[in-house]
């Protein structure tokens, strides 16, 4: 009878290269930008040498930093430091309670559908 390992990554964040959870698909898709771009500039007949020299420098810098937020927040705290930032800090109540809260007879008369005839409206009369 065969015997089959068992697989014990499954659950746990992707990791390549040292990048762990979604810095590997930030890396990816900072070096594909950064090959559109140079692609870009290729056709629009800039020097290729110059524009390798900023493919790599561009590459370079982006892996960097990179690597740096990898290793200051984790795998899951990018994720917490948006949510931390769209959080506000207090919220604002600029009305009273009473406004918020319908009256009694206002509340019955859409209930009802019929109109509660009030004291002003005899008196106009």
Known sequence: M?????????????????????FVIYVAL??????????GAYFLGIDPLSILIGFFIAV????????????????????KLRARAKMPSYI????????????????????IDKPIEYEESKKEK
């Open 60 to 79: 370079f810098v982006a892996l960097y930093v990179l690597w740096r937020l990898n290793k200051k927040h984790g795998v899951h705290g990018l994720g």
């Open 2 to 22: 065969h015997r089959y390992p068992i697989y014990k990554r499954v659950g746990n964040p992707l990791q390549f290269a040292g990048f762990s959870g979604p």
């Open 92 to 111: 604002l109540s600029r009305g009273t309670v009473h406004r918020y809260i319908q009256p009694i007879d206002k509340l019955a008369n859409k209930l």
């Open 30 to 39: 900072y070096v594909f930008n950064a090959l559109l771009i140079g692609l």
